[in-house]
């Protein structure tokens, strides 16, 4: 595994990430991103193997921050779900095309990477399941909750506030900024800890 602190390695994720951003990934050649980034081609080769390999280590390095939430223990009280989702669309916001991409690559198969990204996400599926596990051995959230229903209602509000920022953002006359979105953040986390709390008991 590199190192992301090495300068040139580091340069070379940054461009790939701009350039995939902009277009489609056939149309983003390594001498582009090479160019954009200040570095001799073979350094591609070098570090990545090819497009493909430069590509995949991107989607890694920008989803790894919010998968490695899963291991620590952010969700481990369900007041934890307003902080990831702050954090998820704080990345979001900083790479705004970058949940379209997934999309496209998962739904339309556009590119390369589909088994990858799906590798990922069952990442974060499992970690997910560990994390709703112990939240009921807590009492925090209902025994009988199924974790696929959870993921998908936890995906759902993380994933279309950033695939239809730009539709909303004209609805609403103004920017998703940081504050919207930190508020939004804590609303969807209030709704989430609220729809899968557990039962209280009858006085």
Do not use: W
Not at 74 to 96: C, K, Q
Not at 103 to 127: D, T, Y
């Amino acid at each position: 595994m590199n190192d992301i602190r090495d300068p040139v390695y580091a340069r070379l994720l940054k461009a790939a990430l701009e350039c995939f951003l902009a277009d489609e990934y056939h149309k983003v050649t390594t001498r582009a991103i090479a160019d954009k980034a200040g570095a001799n081609i073979s350094m591609i080769r070098y570090y990545f193997g090819n497009k493909e390999g430069l590509y995949e280590e991107m989607i890694r390095e920008t989803l790894k921050p919010i998968l490695d939430i899963l291991d620590n223990n952010i969700l481990s009280e369900v007041g934890g779900f307003a902080e990831y989702l702050r954090f998820y669309y704080d990345t979001m916001r900083r790479h705004p095309e970058f949940p379209k991409l997934i999309l496209k690559v998962l739904a339309l198969n556009h590119g390369p990477g589909r088994r990858f990204i799906l590798q990922l996400l069952e990442r974060g599926r499992s970690g997910g399941a560990r994390q709703l596990e112990q939240l009921k051995a807590n009492g925090q959230v209902d025994q009988a909750l199924n974790p696929d229903v959870a993921r998908m209602a936890f995906v759902s509000l993380a994933m279309m506030p950033m695939l239809l920022k730009d539709i909303f953002e004209e609805q609403m006359g103004g920017q998703m900024d940081e504050a919207f979105l930190a508020e939004l953040a804590t609303l969807n986390g209030k709704l989430l800890a609220a729809g899968m709390a557990a039962a209280q008991p009858e006085a």
